[in-house]
C-alpha cells in the first residue's frame, strides 16, 4: 500500500462531491435494471470516469473550487432535511408557529393550552393554542 501512498501524493484524492457523484450511479445503476435507456447508460459510465479523473487529478486548487461551488449548494439544503427531519421527531412535544411579521419559525411545548406567543426576533405577541 506504501506505493499508492506514494502515487496520491500531490493528487486531489476523494471529496464530499466525488461521494456525493458515486451515491448517484448507484441509484443509476439500481434504476438501470428497471429501465432500459440509453441516456441513462451513458451517464452511468461516464460518472466513473469524472470521479476518477478528480481523484487523480494534480490541479488541486481547481477540483477545490468545484468541491466549494458544490458544497456551498448541498450545505443549506442538508441543514434545511436536517431540520425537517428534526421537526418532524419533536412533534409530539412541541407544536411550531410561524410569526406573521418576520416569519421566523419558533417551538413552544404542547400541552399548555392558550398561551401568550412573543416573537423572540421581532417581539410580535400573540395568543395561539399550544
Known sequence: MNWLRKFMIGRYGVDQLSIVLLVIN????????????????????IIPIIVVYRMFSKNISKRYQENMRFLNV?????????????RMKSLKDYRYYKCPNCKQVFR???GKGKISITCPKCKFAMIKKS
Open 26 to 45: 448507484m441509484i443509476l445503476s439500481i434504476s438501470l435494471r428497471f429501465l432500459n435507456n440509453r441516456i441513462l447508460d451513458i451517464f452511468f459510465i
Open 74 to 86: 448541498w450545505n443549506p439544503l442538508k441543514k434545511k432535511i436536517n431540520n425537517r427531519i428534526q
Open 108 to 110: 413552544v411545548p404542547r
